[in-house]
């Protein structure tokens, strides 16, 4: 037996894919032009797939730190956080991100995904249950796995499900909620505030991970929990670097007063090198533009705003209300593979995405865009779809 | 299996009969995945399902063994029992 033949089924459907164009997981961006322009297979392309959510990417202060950082500490750590690689520049990021989010500890994780294993792992164990949203990111399903917690999932964003499964649990278990802010896929956001009731009513604890709503929700930009005025109720805060602040790695945040015991017993924090300087130079930079700079906010409200409106105009199914995150739905698998292909053509990158990674067995265009995106960029990526959708129409006259 | 077991048995294959493809008869061998069809978003909306039905919580741990509807009237019976 060879040890792929489990692939086998799956390796089928993305061979399927592939007679249909370019492979929508291996597309390569050969030069990038700025924040919101590669040039993909020889194109000019607009991209509106990147969660590059404030375009800080090539923000001057970020690359000069970056820069400095590299040259001034070196490439890599060469070392986990409990040993050689914790240096001044972590420690002050972490400071840094607790004042930013009135928490009194933050710890700083390597990347995103390796934060929601980190303190998943850190704060459940086997004698405890975890109450999950069914459409939670892989990295809050992995974490659940590796924590070797009693996992219960509930119906997504309904906090009357929650509260049904948290009055069956048994006495003598701790019980976190895990949600998110911001959902990647669909663009829908949590009734944190509803969730924060239920979780009261309970005793249990809450972890809300704000990877995408971090930076772009909320007054100051800390998340849905800031803008439903919710965060004291929210007892552990999860977010990554790499949306927008435009670096890599992750962070954990709490007010509890035994938070850090985590970083000498949570496993994904401990047994990794640390981000490099470079990393964490650049976020400190992004950190204190977001801090320092609402309007960033205002404008990329303005561009989910423009193309929103438009997607909606031109008669797409949309799956949620106005965000950075737009979900185009499309009627099956092979039309939303053949209009991701046909989108590529006409220089536009949008993400694709099917089951399973979807909830709800959906198929989408899933686009996000960037408060770097020009209007006139917007213009040109509602012109292209507009000629999608007389062409989609055009194949099922 | 006990008469509980059997009603359990009989309500269940109430749920999953809509996937059933014509011909197949529902017994406690028959697979989800390879004899109905049932894919993994399916399956957990099912769970959910059943869940709802009798008011208890089947945590994901348990599902990665269960194959057949034999597995699934098992899955239940342990939560009834354990409630
Ligand atoms: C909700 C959510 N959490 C965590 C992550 C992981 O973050 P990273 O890609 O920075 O590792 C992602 C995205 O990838 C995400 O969408």
Request: aromatic share 8%; proline share 4%; hydrophobic share 40%.
């Amino acid at each position: 037996m060879d040890i792929f033949d489990k692939y086998a089924q799956i390796a089928g459907r993305h061979d399927k894919v592939l007679e249909l164009g370019t492979d929508p997981f291996g597309v390569r961006l050969d030069e990038i032009l700025s924040a919101t322009e590669a040039r993909v297979d020889g194109r000019h392309t607009i991209l509106v797939g990147t969660n590059n959510y404030l375009g800080l990417t090539f923000d001057e202060g970020a690359i000069e730190a970056a820069v400095e950082a590299v040259r001034t500490q070196g490439t890599g750590t060469t070392g986990s956080r409990i040993a050689n690689g914790t240096y001044a520049l972590h420690r002050q990021l972490e400071e840094e991100f607790a004042q930013f989010l009135g928490r009194r500890s933050c710890m700083v994780f390597t990347t995103g995904y390796q934060a929601n294993l980190g303190m998943i792992v850190g704060l459940a164990g086997p004698r405890d249950v975890i109450y999950l949203d069914a459409d939670s990111h892989a990295s809050i399903y992995d974490g659940c796995r590796l924590s070797g917690a009693k996992v219960v999932r509930f119906r997504h964003n309904d906090p009357e499900d929650l509260d049904r499964r948290l009055a069956r649990q048994q006495e003598g278990e701790a019980a976190l909620v895990i949600v998110e802010g911001l959902y990647s896929m669909l663009g829908d956001v949590a009734p944190i505030a509803e969730f924060a009731e239920v979780k009261k009513k309970h005793g249990a604890w809450l972890m809300v991970d704000e990877a995408h709503s971090f930076g772009v929700f909320g007054e100051r930009g800390r998340g849905v929990a800031e803008a439903q005025g919710v965060e004291e109720d929210v007892d552990f805060v999860v977010g990554t670097f790499s949306k927008s602040l435009g670096g890599i790695g992750g962070f954990g945040a709490s007010s509890h007063p035994r938070f850090d015991v985590l970083r000498y017993c949570s496993r994904p924090y401990m047994f990794t090198a640390s981000p490099n300087p470079a990393s964490i130079a650049s976020v400190r930079a992004a950190l204190a533009r977001i801090d320092c700079e609402p309007g960033l906010r205002g404008q990329i409200w303005a561009n989910a705003r423009q193309l929103h409106e438009g997607l909606a105009g031109l008669g797409f199914d949309l799956c949620s209300p106005m965000s950075p995150v737009i979900a185009v739905k499309m009627p099956d698998e092979g039309t939303a593979v053949w209009a991701w292909n046909r989108l590529l053509e006409l220089g536009v990158y949008v993400n694709l995405a099917v089951p399973p990674g979807t909830p709800n067995g959906v198929c989408l265009l899933r686009c996000s865009v960037s408060a770097a995106h020009r209007s006139q960029q917007i213009e040109e990526v509602l012109g292209r779809f507009g000629q999608l959708a007389q062409e989609l129409a055009a194949a099922r006259a | 299996m006990t008469t509980t077991d059997d009603t359990i048995f009989r309500e269940i294959c109430g749920l999953v009969a809509r996937f059933a493809p014509a011909g197949v008869q529902l017994r406690p061998e028959t697979e989800l995945a390879s004899d109905l069809n049932v894919d993994s978003v399916a399956a957990m909306d099912l769970v959910m399902e059943i869940e709802d039905k009798y008011e208890i919580d089947i945590p994901i741990n348990q599902l990665a063994d269960m194959r057949s509807l034999g597995d699934l009237v098992e899955l239940v019976r342990q939560q009834l029992k354990d409630r």
